[in-house]
């Protein structure tokens, strides 16, 4: 009994030290930098397109566009990780100098895209086509402060 005991402990100190050891070759946890300037650019475009287009847009397909524009001001927060910028990035280091009010610029688009949504879903034309030019609105300002000109 005492022999198995010995045994297990060997088995399991062993599986722990392999694991160990995979995590330590392992790349770093999560995407690449290059990833989130890819994801965090692909969502800004999308927001774009689909703004162009947004205000022909009703029922099911307005909804669709406000949850989309919706989704992408939700994560912009984690694609924008400290210090990713690569050189295909438009990024500047303002933005982790001033977080606060990058993130604080982000919440109001998403603000402005749960009205977008929220008059879709309501058929409420006009407070969705004030949505719309609300959204609009910010980008080019953010864009000077915290984006190499575009
Ligand atoms: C809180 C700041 C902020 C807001 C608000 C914002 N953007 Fe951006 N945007 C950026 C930054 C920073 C980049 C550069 C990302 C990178 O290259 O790493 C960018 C990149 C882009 C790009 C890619 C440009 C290129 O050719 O590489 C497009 C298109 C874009 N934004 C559209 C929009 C639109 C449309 C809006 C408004 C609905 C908007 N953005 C709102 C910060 C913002």
């Not at 297990?8 to 599986?15: I, S």
């Not at 995979?22 to 995407?31: D, E, I, M, S």
Request: charged share 15%; aromatic share 6%.
């Amino acid at each position: 009994m005492q022999g198995l005991t010995r045994f297990l402990a060997t088995v399991t100190l062993a599986a722990i030290l392999a694991v160990a050891a995979l995590a330590g070759t392992a790349p770093a946890a999560g995407p690449s930098d290059a990833q989130l300037v890819q994801a965090r650019v692909a969502a800004m475009k999308e927001n774009g397109k689909i703004l162009k287009g947004a205000k022909e847009l009703t029922g099911a397909a307005a909804v669709s566009a406000a949850t989309t524009i919706l989704k992408n001001f939700s994560s912009f927060p984690s694609l924008f990780r400290k210090g990713s910028i690569t050189p295909d990035s438009r990024a500047t280091a303002a933005i982790w100098e001033n977080w606060a009010d990058f993130t604080g610029r982000l919440s109001a688009e998403k603000a402005n895209a749960s009205a977008m949504l929220a008059a879709a879903r309501a058929g409420d034309r006009k407070a969705y086509l004030a949505a719309i030019e609300a959204l609009k609105q910010p980008c080019s300002s953010c864009h000077l402060t915290y984006a190499r000109v575009f």
